[in-house]
């Protein structure tokens, strides 16, 4: 399999010379596998437009002359703040990763974005590659009771996780036997396959606008997702911010570093302002359940702040 | 021409009998024309789905037994305020609308959604009808030298007012002859259609799904969106709140009655907490310019709301 | 998990009155479970509009007066034949869809739509339930080695399909007991799930327009798609069938029983037509290899076509 | 105004050194614009991926290790052939675009494709170019009665194109000098814009990916799509076949000149290859009106082909 391996081997062009905008960041890692996971990889292969290009897709429609670059910094953030999206539908990126397939299939299956084109490595075509993926002791723990979707990694003994990366690789194994026994019958490996479970390694190529990818980076960096999706979407958005540093910065201000309050808790800001303990207002104004644990949350957020010296 | 108009003329269905999810309140104004600017109209031709739908989408994944009203409506309020958007992407309403073109166009043109689908009236297959927008005095408003993309009106005079209005009708009964003239001497349509001005009327159906329905309610109904525009965003927005009062309710709450603030203004919010006065953070904390306008004009949103009794 | 199971168990509405278009044939089987494979099922559960919604939208641009049926089923052909597609955006139908979870992924994976929408039981959120897919005898299959994405069922032993089926049995009964045995020392579901196979059942809802629906059923009822898939694309046309016929006769008549041939397999027609021999023309006209096997299969059903009596 | 228009106008980049994937053809064209119709241009200004790229895609899926170039071809002629369309997602275009607002509506409304992005020139925030739109005396044309949305270039009096030439001139003046009144007593330019025809100018840039590219090509080339939007459709499909050259010959070879036939029509064929004059065979054949018509239509161009020599 390591022959099939190889046709997916994508090499880096030698210098070519363009007219096109071009990336000095994006130039240096081209082709760079980034590693996730134990045996994952995200790397960019391609690009197409930058922060520079998202300032003159919104001249086009705000029209104004200057061209400083504290201004082109100025309207990136604008257009951020007040969520003027066509403009960063422009810049592209083209990707080639690697994952377990859990984490692929909800990688598709969300559709965390308006525009996305994927091509994947076909189990009906090819024999997978034999990398599986096992949850190594950091990444192990217990069901969350109170988020029904989550896992609580405290106080898991040693053995626990010996045992759940334990059944894991001999799941994976037996698995692979199987599998390895069918094709040596000459089943087809669209049957074979059946017997493949999830955290067995896939590879795909992805396309994704500059715009859809923050709404796909918000949403996949987010505390509450699935930590395997987080891994590689950190490693992604690492990527970005080095390509489209102004884009990534007027990302973390206005979307990723920011809260946003309902009426009900903007009512009590302004009680709080008026130097009012919130506890004694909750009830009043009828916030309670999971909204008022929710809003204690993001006030815990502020009061963790550095004051400004 | 008048002929013309009765092909697009659909009339309600008798009473059918249906095994399908209803909506009472969506029945009660089905094909009714609800009227928008001088000419135009928005009425509700069709639906799939109610809040109830969202609901029984979202159980899929999240799975819970329980089935109280206010479970159902606490489910919603607990997906609109965390973004998980597929389950309201199952409803789906269609419209028959009549706007101006220059409404119309803009209606397509910025993609307010990812998803929604169009049919229009065409002026390649048929003459325009006879309907011209004409702004009434209310909506008309000198440049704003600020908001480059507005209109300010105050102090605007009367017979300037008068002045505009006349333009646009000799503007519109011009054309209109030119147009005739065209056609009297049998000119292709698509041709003879150069000389007609973007406020002549257009029709078109218009699906869309409840979760980009809002995103296009949230774009043009805010109050920098183009004045004849959000006339048609608030009346079809009165229309969805009506028959999905549940999701609308949520919309409100924590959509367009919610404040986001960056992290730099949460830092100077820690500080009002403290119980110190904004505006000796601002410079230390670098908030200037353009940011800083609009944090004051949350500031003073936040002071507008009633106190908690 | 026959509790979780029953969540999403939705039951018919009572006989309710409505004003909307209503399709007397979708009426009679919505809510009724389709079974496919060995515990999979697919049902309508909600739709809206119908062969005549797609006439009145069609008619808001080409405009004609005239209403007779007849008049309409030809406008929806001619609309189909010439890919006037907009019209056929209008009708959508939601189902609810139980399949293995290797053909969900691939259901989600190849976008076979510009537009769908799904929610789908999460393994997060919620444990499997235990229905695997096995293959039954009947699509046991040798790897073809000519498409080498597919199946060839001759000549295989029954000894090596019950070989191929108790192993697939054996794989998903071991991974449920690994499974299980993890969730008995309450290693979070997240995990858990690592060691299923895609075998293994999921649940769906699925929103679909009518054309994007076509196109689904164009690519997975065609010959070469996964053999599970079509087991699911068969059942689902045969309900469009039913509930759009006019539409699906179009799409009989120009897409699924329609050919299409290049330049140059016309260049070779023209010189059947003059009563010439293909084989004596094949190699002069350059048509050669994998092309000139297809344009002989493409001959060979029109061979097998019925005269015209 | 020239000033507005400056701001739009963009430069070529220097010479930059990039590993990326780099197309001759297309770094000679880069920026440069190509004239349509009377003050329109198209330009290419950014590109990402080729035909490579379609063939590597491709293979991550099917998978095969030979790399000439006479398969990479053959490749790409397979997957035009059977629609496998993912693959040229892949490659993407971006462009800057002046035309008609009556084009430019088109183009945005008929959704031609899947995916594609827009930014245009705001006459909210700007006064328009005095560029307008007038017909040349060769574009000029009766109403085609058969053809409800076509002309007839036929017979045209060459004093009744003067004349309609006129008609628009005067027109697009005297709404430009309107415009310019109501500008000139500072009323709001989304306002004054209500005067303007839609003959005049607009510029928009535009994001592509070369498998809806094709799709626009299709519709957008066709005899019947509107004359104006044909130039630019015709322009915009030159530079696509010179930087694209295998994926627009299967293009130009499986779409563009190939001709698909119902099965009905399949049936005459038949009959044809046995010698049959078909005109015996429409009415026992039930093929009839406009369907008749087109099958004749397919008939004439097979016959106006050379032969094989």
Redesign the interface.
Known sequence: MA??R???D?E???????????IKEA?EI??VPFPVLDHGFVRLI????SDE?VV??????????TKKVSEDA?LI??LK?H?HT??S??P?T?WHIKT???VA?EW????TA??A??????L???EPEEDY?V?SHD??????SSN?????KINVPEE?KD??RN??I??SE??LK?YK???E???????A???????FYT???W?M?LHNMFHFLQ?RMAPNA?EEFRAYAGTVGNIVKKIFPVSYQAF???VL????????E????????A?ENPEN?YE??GLR???LR?FKGKLE???A?????
């Open positions: 022959e099939e190889k046709k997916i994508l880096p062009y030698g210098a070519n010379t363009t007219k096109r905008l071009t130039e081209l082709f391609d690009y197409m437009g290009r003159q897709a919104a001249r086009v429609s705000y029209g104004r002359g100025g953030r604008f703040r969520e066509t403009p539908e422009k592209h083209e377990p397939l859990f299939r598709y299956r969300h559709r308006q525009y084109s994927f091509n994947e490595y076909s009906r075509y090819s993926y949850p990444f192990i723990g217990f069901q969350d029904r979707q989550g896992r609580i626990l045992f759940t059944e894991i001999e799941n037996q698995s199987r026994a069918l094709i019958i000459n089943i087809a490996r669209e049957i396959r059946d017997v493949l479970p999830v955290n590879t795909f190529y396309t606008d949403l699935l973390e201000d206005f570093n920011a809260e946003k309050f309902s009426r009900l903007l009512k009590v800001i302004k009680h709080m302002f130097g207002i009043r104004a359940g999971r909204e929710e957020k502020i009061m702040l550095e004051m400004v010296s």
